[in-house]
């Protein structure tokens, strides 16, 4: 939903060859391609443990200091079959996220609701009166242009969705969304890389 909308415009700002493409940058395109290339090819030449590799969203998301990760070639093998396994979700609407909310399926759902519409009030009490836990988006991402609503099941699901907010994480929104590692590995594959993967896992999982 939204956060699918945040990710693709990250990865349309990013440096991977298609986005140059995409938004139109044609003299970054060749330039792009030979820096990712040098990338691949010193993460496979390099031996084991000698890589640090920094995941540029931790600082997007403030996180202080340089976080990394070492790729081995074994991690590589790992994160191909899972990323082979796994396949790229189509993004659900509201009305699934809340489906998927009650069912248990997931711990949060992103909802396309305003307060200030006496319809969408009556339903965002309903929800309440049900248990769950509701706030508006600009608590947990202030910058977004869009405002809508967010349904918890619980406190811990919020500690959760602010964490994941903060480190602008991919693989934390996957979990909470409830999807399995090989589904995350997939997207990763697509849109993102191996060591951001593990990178963003071991944000997610640190502390």
Not at 102 to 115: F, M, R, T, V
Request: aromatic share 12%.
């Amino acid at each position: 939903m939204d956060w699918l909308k945040n990710l693709y415009q990250q990865y349309l700002q990013s440096d991977i060859p298609a986005a140059t493409l995409l938004r139109g940058d044609t003299n970054e395109f060749l330039p792009s391609v030979n820096r990712n290339l040098d990338q691949n090819l010193s993460l496979l030449s390099t031996p084991a443990g000698a890589m640090d590799l920094v995941n540029p969203m931790a600082k997007v998301g403030g996180l202080l200091g340089t976080v990394t990760k070492k790729i081995t070639p074994q991690m590589l093998e790992e994160f191909n079959v899972l990323a082979k396994e796994g396949t790229l979700r189509q993004a659900r609407n509201h009305t699934k996220e809340l489906k998927d909310l009650k069912l248990g399926k997931s711990d949060i759902a992103e909802l396309n609701w305003n307060p200030d519409l006496p319809m969408d009030a009556k339903k965002i009490d309903k929800l309440m009166d049900e248990g769950y836990i509701l706030h508006e988006s600009w608590k947990f991402r202030p910058n977004d242009v869009d405002d809508y609503m967010i349904a918890f099941r619980n406190e811990d699901a919020i500690k959760q969705y602010d964490k994941a907010s903060k480190l602008h994480n991919p693989y934390a929104f996957g979990l909470l969304y409830g999807y399995p590692e090989k589904d995350i590995a997939n997207f990763y594959s697509l849109f993102r890389s191996p060591a951001e993967f593990y990178t963003d896992k071991k944000l997610w999982f640190k502390d």
